[in-house]
DNA sequence: CATGAATGAGAGTTCATTCAT
DNA sequence: CATGAATGAACTCTCATTCAT
């Protein structure tokens, strides 16, 4: 609910309504609406981050991590109903009255950025990856294409074409970053 | 205003003060401030589509061009002060009550990205860019590009260190869609 | 409404339905609650002091002028429609959220006291009042006469009998400061 | 906690953590916050009286006794802590939803004035008091000197200073209603 | 046409009260 | 009996929209 219909359009009362429980309810539980949702992102990030390190240890070269870790994420997009990436991305626009809320977030989310960034250092230091290109320069890239704004409008219903979509991608991004193009 | 604090962070005082008009006047020229934002969209859009054309025209090569055409929004975009691609660009996610506006506003959204597509196809068809690649897999990573969401992270007062990860981004890309990669 | 039933017991829908406006229409004129129930003690505070100084003015010996500062409060508690100093009174208790008004309406209950004070002294300067006395237990019994708490319990519909009353208040409260003893 | 914060500061969670039960228990003794208070309110009503009993019968003439009296409830109210008749005073002004609690609560405010109105009477009788004042023009005077609102401003931590306070109060209402003034 | 005071539906939040455990 | 999570009515406050001037 909040996920997809955004922190402004979704009021407590929808809240509570799709939950289940009162209106008051929720403030037992939370103390105020911006807590709630930065309590949600907390654990959607936590649950994205879990994710993102099992991604990783099925895989052994920096490129094979990455690449899998960006159909882990596109795969988590493509499935319409927005989820963790989604939901986190979503809210990093919003300005929250909760200071210590708003820097736990920025922690996760630095601890997520953190993974990427690894990976490329480390990718740049077996060869894999272009030494050429900054770390800013391609994590700022990885992270665009999960851009969901535009992704919408590319959504299909077709398995086999989001496929496609995703596979094109990574080959664009890898080409890109990698110190052996394909073509 | 509108384009950087957003839509629900600012109200109809805010923009009739900063206008210099009385609110009320407002209802005459705008049913409604969905109206409103969307006719200020439209025209932004229709600025942002006539600089695309001017940007397209100054060069001759579809690579070119539509290098030209990413520096030509990235620099909207590194402006700080959100502009015209921005503005558009965090539209996309709300739901108006309008629809016929909103009709309007994906027609415009249509033609910018036909002349994208445009800029594509010609590069395919004479061999710049490679040919595997589908249109739509080069569109969506050319659009992602201008993710402010992330953008924001990355976007640094130092005029030079800015300059360069567009660049690189550039590179990125680029290696990633052409068929003879420069490095 | 306010002055009769108490800060709590009275809503701002109450307030708004009393007036004859709307709810939203007092936010335009009183920033919050606080605010406007500041303001209208401030003005019933104003009115109280301009009412002091009118009364004083024409009476010329110390006695006189606080016997008839005394009578001109007495007839406004007793008018049972709780008035200027009823409300002022009644909300000295409150800790109001605003604390810049609060220090507005403590400037204000000073100046009144200070009336008070300056005809006490002046009385006791002129032998009227006993100089063995504290200017600060001459102030508190007199401002205690007008505890409305208790006033509630003995106000009765006969314009006699009230006058009475205050008659022998004024007896018993002059008797014990003044250097005479009427007896 | 209901006592110094007043019936609308104090929420039921704040009593219940107070006296260290649940929420829920309270509702097994009482039906209402309102009997709650209430019932505290009797509870101290009915302490109150007996304290005025046992410092009565120390004394043996009406206006040893009074003097006593209003020392005896000065004591409690200079405490700051506020106790015994400064809650009961507090709480006369409400209006509870509970009528026949609310008449309980008149039946002893009754029994308490009663105790000095035959002080009163008694002293009229003996001829210590004057006869012509009535005796509700000294019950109120006897009463109004406990108005805890404008006796906030005067409290002083000062002991010695408090204690003069009292003993000029003392002296101005004795004077104003005794028979023999003592100066 | 322009104005801005007035509107009122709806938002987030509180808290006395209830009831399944 | 005791519990405390759940309730929902009522509160203060906001703001897009209207309309008499």
């Known amino acids: 609910m909040l996920e997809q219909k955004g922190y402004h359009e ?8 799709r939950v289940g429980i009162a209106k008051g309810t ?6 105020s609406k911006d807590a709630l949702v930065i309590a949600l992102l907390e654990r959607n990030m936590q649950k994205f981050l879990a994710g993102i390190d099992a991604v990783i240890e099925q895989h052994s ?17 493509l499935q319409k ?12 626009d919003l300005k929250y009255q909760e200071p210590e809320g708003e820097a736990r977030l920025g922690g996760l989310w630095q601890r997520i950025t953190e993974r990427v960034v690894a990976l490329i250092e480390e990718g740049q230091a077996t060869g894999e990856f272009k030494r050429a290109l ?8 990885f992270f665009s294409l999960f851009a969901t ?12 074409t989001s496929q496609r979509l995703v596979d094109q991608l990574i ?3 890898f080409t890109g970053i990698a110190v052996e193009s394909r073509s």
Chains 1, 2, 3, 4 share one sequence.
């Not at 979704?10 to 309504?17: L, R, V």
Request: zero cysteines.
């Open 10 to 17: 979704t009021s407590m009362d929808e809240i509570a309504a």
């Open 26 to 31: 929720i403030y037992i539980h939370f103390p």
């Open 61 to 77: 070269t920096s490129r094979a991590r990455l690449e899998a870790l960006l159909r882990y994420i596109m795969t988590d997009l």
């Open 81 to 92: 109903q927005m989820h963790l990436f989604s939901s986190i991305s979503h809210s990093l």
């Open 134 to 141: 900054s770390t800013q320069a391609m994590l700022y890239a």
């Open 149 to 160: 704004r535009h992704l919408k409008k590319h959504i299909v219903n077709d398995e086999h």
């Open 171 to 173: 080959e664009i991004y």
